[in-house]
């Protein structure tokens, strides 16, 4: 069993940078594949960023490839998501989950474990 739980959100100017963490309690943390997402009051939860059980593989978004990175350690069941140039459409509650296969990483309804979230606010 996984149990995410982010922190490092916050308030932002526009072009800043911000990084969120996500501590997973459990011994299976590196069984799992691990994805950050974001939800905004309104919408569905939308796929931002991926990482492979070893960390060896990733993938984005369109809209955050290029200014987001995300990566994980293991030994400190931690996964990691490094934000910058920041834009206000990035202001979102933004949740880290764990996903048994990597086949369904932008999927967030195959996602087994989920956090509670934490907010990010980007002011123009």
Known sequence: QVQPKESGGGLVQAGGSLRLSCAASGRAFGSYAMGWFRQTPGKEREFVAGISRSGGVTYYSDSVKGRFTIS?????????LQMNFLKPEDA?????????????????????????????????
């Open 72 to 80: 994980r350690d293991n030994a400190r069941n931690t996964v990691y």
């Open 92 to 124: 979102a509650d933004y949740y880290c989950g764990a996903v048994f296969a990597w086949d369904y990483i932008t999927v967030g309804s195959r996602y087994d474990y989920w956090g509670q979230g934490t907010q990010v606010t980007v002011s123009s």
